[in-house]
C-alpha cells in the first residue's frame, strides 16, 4: 500500500511539474506574441505618424521628441528624452538639433548640469505639436472606441510593467549581453 501511495504522490508530483512545464511555455509564448505585437504597433505608428505629420515638415522621429518637451512639465535635457522615450541619446540628439534648426526647439541652460542642456519647444513648436494632435485626434478615437476604456487602461498597465521590468533587467545585462 505504501509503494502505491509513494507512486502515486510522485505520478501526481510529475504530472503537476509537466503542467507546470507546459504553462510556462505557454506563458513564455504568450509575451513572445506580446513582443511581436509591440513590433508590429510600434511600425505602424511610425508609418501613420509619418503620414500624420509630413504635410507639417516633421517625420514621427521628430513628433517623438518633441512630445516628449511638449508633454512633461520641465524642459529636458537630451539624456532625459533618451530614457524617457526609450531612444538612444544620439538619435535623440540628432533630432534635437534638427527641430533647433527648423526653428521648434531652443536650448536653455542647464542649472543641475553645465554640459547638458535643456531642450524647449519654441511657440512654433508648441503650434506644430497642437496641429499634430489635431491631426492624429480621429484615428486616436476611433482606437479608443474600439478597445474601449478598459482595454486602454489595462494595455497602459501592461506595458507600463513591461517597461519596468525591462529597463531593470537592462541595467542588471551582463557583460555577454544575456539579460538575467
Not at 508530483?13 to 509591440?38: C, F, G, N, P, Y
Not at 504597433?41 to 522621429?61: D, K
Amino acid at each position: 500500500m505504501r509503494e502505491q501511495l509513494t507512486a502515486y504522490c510522485h505520478c501526481s508530483r510529475m504530472i503537476d511539474e509537466h503542467s507546470t512545464a507546459q504553462d510556462s511555455r505557454k506563458r513564455v509564448a504568450q509575451v513572445r506574441d506580446l513582443i511581436i505585437e509591440v513590433f508590429r504597433a510600434n511600425g505602424n505608428l511610425i508609418e501613420t505618424g509619418n503620414r500624420l505629420t509630413y504635410p507639417l515638415g516633421i517625420t514621427s522621429a521628430l513628433w517623438q521628441v518633441m512630445g516628449a518637451l511638449g508633454f512633461a512639465d520641465e524642459p529636458l535635457s537630451v539624456p532625459a528624452i533618451a530614457k524617457r522615450m526609450g531612444l538612444t541619446r544620439q538619435s535623440v540628439q540628432r533630432n534635437v538639433d534638427l527641430l533647433i534648426e527648423r526653428g521648434l526647439v531652443v536650448l536653455e541652460a542647464n542649472p543641475r548640469h553645465r554640459r547638458s542642456a535643456l531642450a524647449t519647444l519654441t511657440e512654433v513648436g508648441r503650434a506644430t505639436l497642437s496641429r499634430v494632435d489635431t491631426q492624429h485626434q480621429p484615428l486616436s478615437t476611433r482606437i479608443a472606441d474600439n478597445i474601449g476604456d478598459a482595454g486602454i487602461a489595462a494595455a497602459l498597465c501592461a506595458l507600463r510593467e513591461m517597461n519596468a521590468i525591462l529597463e531593470t533587467k537592462t541595467a542588471d545585462a551582463d557583460d555577454q549581453g544575456t539579460v538575467r
